[in-house]
């Protein structure tokens, strides 16, 4: 397996993997309309932004990618690994390429908004909550959370 820099050719398979992982993790816990706001999050518009202003990463395993990670100035975003990769340590390794990323350019913390299902792993990787993240309904959905370097 190898972590690498995704390119425009990869956003097929990208959004195969962020399709994959929300439906696989996220359909007990968010509501439907929230799942399908996920999903327009990444468009081959928006995606082609992402690779090409910021740094967006793919793990690929025999040419297949399984996972990716987008470090964004000092946020780390869209962290996703194919169902059949979860608990493999490739979400961890795609978190470590964006921290060092994000550190490497300069910043001295690192942020993000954790889902749900994520919470403990973010936990787990010395992260601290911030805030709770509610919908326009009230229910919260996502985590605020930051690692000081």
């Given at each position: 397996m190898i972590i690498r820099k995704a390119r425009?050719?990869?956003i097929d398979s990208i959004q195969k993997v962020i399709r994959e992982s929300i439906l696989?993790?996220?359909k007990d816990l968010y509501p439907e309309d929230d799942i399908q706001e996920t999903f327009n999050n990444y468009t081959n518009e928006k995606l082609t932004k992402y690779i090409t202003n910021d740094d967006y990463f793919v793990v690929e395993d025999d040419g297949e990618i399984v996972g990716c990670v987008l470090a964004k100035e000092d946020k780390m975003r869209s962290l996703y690994v194919l169902p059949s990769q979860m608990g493999k340590g490739l979400g961890r390794e795609l978190?470590?390429?964006?921290?060092?990323c994000i550190k490497d350019?300069?910043?001295k913390r690192i942020w993000l908004?954790?889902?749900?299902?994520a919470h403990g792993f973010y936990k787990h990787l010395g992260y601290k909550d911030l805030k709770e993240i509610p919908n326009e309904d009230g229910i919260v959905l996502h985590i605020e959370m930051e690692k000081v370097f």
């Open positions: 425009i050719d990869d696989a993790t996220h978190a470590e390429v964006a921290e060092k350019n300069g910043y908004w954790s889902s749900l299902v």
